[in-house]
């Protein structure tokens, strides 16, 4: 029984939103502090790094759970294997853990801790539950954008600050636009199965062709505001090196204009923009800290 319990709870942390989305604008808003205001208190860290990862396994259980529920990950398997109400009691147990380090991290630090975490708890159930499904009206790619980017970013900035700034919220634009370009990627492969359920995504809105130029013109601009924040000096000069990505990114777009209506052919673009995605926050969360 407990090792069943163990292999699910491993199966649901897998999935790239626990291992990158999640982590990555974290750790970027812990150097943040540091590197604008010299500020890095490792026990709140820790605190705060426990919320988070309960916070994204709560995500990944209400995600599998409604997935199923609504019928779009089944839709082309014969012999589906059923995801259980145990699976959404797991979230649940999750958010409540998540929720009373919310509770200390307030009384520790100050309230906007809470309000960080009513948005990742909203986020995060009306994502997919009914009535409102988010990602079923074309609003899930920003919901992502703006919980792991200027939320994210910002309440881990604020764990260690006490304070919000218009500088971190920009940076946060960065982990926004990059997920934001992925989650609309990995859209493409599964536009049939979402058109059939009814999940009217960008990608369903807009078509294959045109949500793949989406996705690049947005990496794009991610890196126009990387090079204006370079030029300023609001971040470390070593984040020169991310511009490097620039020819990668365009050579799996133009891979990816051939192979998006063939889901197998097309993993090695969601793959290159995901290898992107690490390497500039990497850069970023490294230059902060040197």
């Known amino acids: ?5 163990i292999k699910n709870l491993i199966k649901l942390c897998r999935y790239r ?37 309960f916070c994204l396994l709560g995500v990944e259980s209400f995600n599998e759970y409604f997935d199923w529920q609504l019928g779009t990950d089944r839709i082309f398997q014969c012999e589906p294997k059923p995801i259980t109400l145990k699976t959404f009691i797991v979230g649940v147990g999750a958010f409540f853990i998540a929720f ?16 960080f975490a009513f948005f990742g708890f909203l986020a995060a159930l009306f994502y997919l539950c009914p009535p409102i499904k988010l990602t079923y009206r074309g609003l899930g790619e920003l919901i992502i954008a703006l919980a792991y980017g200027p939320f994210m970013v910002g ?6 600050t006490r304070q919000l700034e218009v500088k971190v919220f920009f940076i946060s ?15 493409i492969p599964d536009f049939i199965q979402d058109s059939l359920v009814g999940k009217r995504n ?9 949500a793949l130029i989406l996705a690049f013109t947005i990496n ?30 365009v050579l799996s777009f133009l891979k990816g204009m051939k192979t998006y209506q063939k889901p197998a052919l097309f993993l090695p673009t969601i793959r290159s923009f995901l290898i992107q995605y690490v390497a500039i926050l990497s850069l970023l969360i490294i230059s902060c800290i040197i």
């Open 220 to 249: 794009m601009i991610n890196f126009v505001i990387l090079i204006v924040f370079i030029l300023s000096g609001d971040i470390h000069w070593l984040n020169c090196f991310s511009l490097l990505c620039i020819p990668a990114a």
């Open 173 to 187: 634009l960065v982990p926004a636009l990059l997920l934001f370009a992925i989650a609309v990627l990995n859209e």
């Open 17 to 53: 939103f626990m291992l990158i989305a999640g982590l990555f604008p974290y750790l970027l808003g812990a150097a943040l502090a540091f590197f604008l205001q010299g500020e890095f208190h490792f026990y709140l860290f820790l605190v705060g790094f426990v919320g988070i990862l």
């Open 100 to 115: 009373l380090i919310g509770l200390y991290l307030t009384y520790t630090i100050g309230f906007a801790i809470i309000a």
């Open 202 to 210: 960008i990608c369903v809105r807009l078509g294959q062709r045109r």
């Open 1 to 5: 029984m407990e090792t069943s319990l």
């Open 155 to 160: 309440g881990s900035y604020f764990v260690q």
